[in-house]
């Protein structure tokens, strides 16, 4: 696509930083629309394809209507953001907005739910790549420090040591060829479980599960299913900062449009085929009900490993630039670059003593979606937005569809918290 008109571009600092210098002009960076559309479907499209036939086996064949549902409102959220940030110069990333909506207040409340969902879904990461190496090497064990550790620990380890070099990377046109692996490991992934169904009859991974095991609606499992489908969505943290790392940031509505368009048929694809092959018997993550001893499923979860060494430096850079400018690190020289890999390296391993603490993938995702992802994704945009534009300035109708957008939020919020809770409480009186 034609990204022809340039601006000149940097990512920004953080605002308060720029507030001293005396500089309220926005500055852009260099990466194209095709870097930010890898940057962006790398984003929405991650860990949460492999819960969604869960969140199906769960809900039901008409949760699937939630899924579109949040997709939509989701997608106008995001649009919101850009539009706070075209109305006020001097806001430059989504702790911004809430500060200049609320105040101090506003900015607290939106970098507490920004950073500490981007860091459950970093943990979140390690948990499925430890799952999904154990089904592969269930025999695996290392030596750490004298220690003996196997299983889904050793794993989460190993994964830790490989995401951390990516971390370390502070340019997101660099970090755009590791998303594009990324965002090609998600259709890889639906190709393969295709695969399976179409090839592998005999593996006891069949074409369908019997009908009788899929449910048209299951109110009890709604809350789950609508949690995951939230967690889906939850990058509009990292959406300023895509947004300002632009060549030509008047495109960021289309990448905006494009990312969710195709993230949201790679969800819906993946729900479908998954809750047909494997019904109300589908697991938190698609890829453990995939027999390991078939190419298709090795195929699968070889390409699901991919994802969160793609992901994760994109995840946490939001909670790395918010630590490292409350010290000025980038005024420090040398001293500054080694306190920033300081920080870097003690967050990867900050998230390596979460997974190995929560084990519950698809519980603490639901988690994460209903209370995290749906306040940094769906209330917040939308109470800034009507807050910095004005309600009185906004068209009515508009209004309206804001307030059901914040009503539905909180609703989902609620219930989906209350669910999500219950069930890692019983899982944990389970081990």
């Not at 190993?158 to 660099?174: E, G, I, Y």
């Not at 918010?322 to 900050?350: M, P, Q, Y």
């Not at 609703?411 to 389970?430: D, K, Q, R, S, W």
């Amino acid at each position: 696509m034609d990204d022809g008109h340039s601006i000149t571009v940097h990512l920004l600092k953080e605002h308060d930083l720029q507030k001293e210098a005396g500089d309220h002009r926005r500055s852009f960076g260099s990466a194209s629309f095709l870097n930010t559309c890898f940057n962006g479907l790398n984003a929405l499209s991650g860990i949460g394809i492999l819960s969604v036939p869960f969140a199906v086996a769960s809900g039901g064949w008409l949760s699937l209507i939630y899924l579109f549902i949040i997709a939509a409102a989701t997608c106008y959220t995001a649009v919101l953001i850009q539009r706070c940030m075209d109305m006020d110069a001097a806001v430059r990333n989504y702790p911004d907005i809430g500060e200049r909506a609320f105040g101090a207040v506003g900015r607290a409340v939106v970098s507490l739910s920004m950073n500490v969902e981007l860091y459950m879904v970093a943990a979140g990461f390690l948990i499925m790549e430890g799952d999904n190496l154990n089904n592969l090497f269930p025999d695996f064990r290392a030596e750490v420090f004298g220690a003996a550790i196997g299983g889904k620990q050793c794993w989460v380890i190993v994964v830790s040591l490989l995401v951390l070099p990516t971390v370390w990377f502070n340019d997101l046109r660099v970090l755009s060829y590791v998303s594009a692996t990324g965002v090609v490991a998600s259709f890889l992934l639906l190709a393969a479980v295709l695969w399976t169904a179409v090839s592998d009859n005999d593996s006891g991974a069949a074409v369908a599960s019997p009908p009788a095991n899929r449910r048209l609606v299951n109110w009890g499992g709604t809350p789950t299913a609508v949690s995951l489908y939230a967690f889906c969505y939850c990058a509009h943290p990292v959406f300023p900062t895509l947004y300002t790392s632009m060549k030509n940031p008047t495109h960021f509505s289309k990448v905006l449009l494009v990312c969710f368009a195709v993230s949201t048929f790679n969800y819906a694809s993946m729900a479908i085929l998954g809750y047909l092959m494997f019904g109300s018997d589908a697991l938190s993550q698609i890829t453990l009900n995939l027999p390991t001893d078939k190419i298709s499923s090795q195929v699968a979860i070889y390409v699901t490993l991919v994802n969160p060494i793609a992901k994760y430096a994109l995840m946490v850079t939001p909670i790395v630039k918010a630590i490292e400018n409350s010290f000025a690190l980038s005024d420090c020289g040398k001293k500054g670059l080694i306190g920033g890999l300081v920080i870097r390296t003690g967050l990867v391993i900050s998230t390596v003593i979460v997974a190995m603490a929560v084990p519950f993938f698809g519980y603490l995702m639901s988690l994460v979606g209903a209370f995290l992802s749906t306040a940094a994704s769906v209330i917040l945009p939308c109470l800034c937005f009507l807050k910095i534009s004005g309600i009185h300035r906004t068209a009515w109708f508009e209004v309206v569809v804001i307030c059901g957008i914040v009503v539905m939020g909180f609703g989902f919020m609620i219930v989906g918290t209350y669910t999500a809770l219950m069930e890692i409480v019983c899982n944990f009186t389970n081990l």
